[in-house]
Nanobody, 119 residues
Framework: QGHVAESGGGLVQPGGSLTLSCVAS????????MGWFRQTSGKVREFVAS????????DIIDSVKGRFTLSKDNAKNTVYLQMNTLKPEDTAVYYC????????????WGQGTQVTVSS
């Protein structure tokens, strides 16, 4: 397992957009796909979305469906989370995991990137 790093977080107004990036220096062996989770203070880290490496099938939670989307660059071991029409309830630390299947993390975590949606 290698190093996983997220980037792209920040402060944005409600209705705004951000794109998060996640790059793995070396994928966990047998990685099924890469995914994003988010966590707010005092709450359990929750699954947000994942994308399979082989066929690009995306799994995404209902609360962000239609607003968030994923894309990938297999050659760069990189996944992008495009977040549109952001809401205050999307505020959280977003974490990437480099081996996600059935909404569960099995690989390495990044350090997280803060997303704050506020006016």
């Amino acid at each position: 397992q290698g190093h996983v790093a997220e980037s792209g977080g920040g402060l944005v107004q409600p209705g705004g957009s951000l794109t998060l990036s996640c790059v793995a220096s070396e994928l966990t062996a047998g990685s099924y796909g890469m995914g994003w989770f988010r966590q707010t203070s005092g709450k359990v880290r929750e699954f947000v979305a994942s994308i399979k490496w082989d066929d690009g099938i995306i799994d995404i939670i209902d609360s962000v469906k239609g607003r968030f989307t994923l894309s990938k660059d297999n050659a760069k071991n990189t996944v992008y989370l495009q977040m549109n029409t952001l809401k205050p309830e999307d505020t959280a630390v977003y974490y990437c995991n480099d081996d996600v299947a059935t909404r569960e993390p099995f690989g390495s975590w990044g350090q997280g990137t803060q997303v704050t949606v506020s006016s």
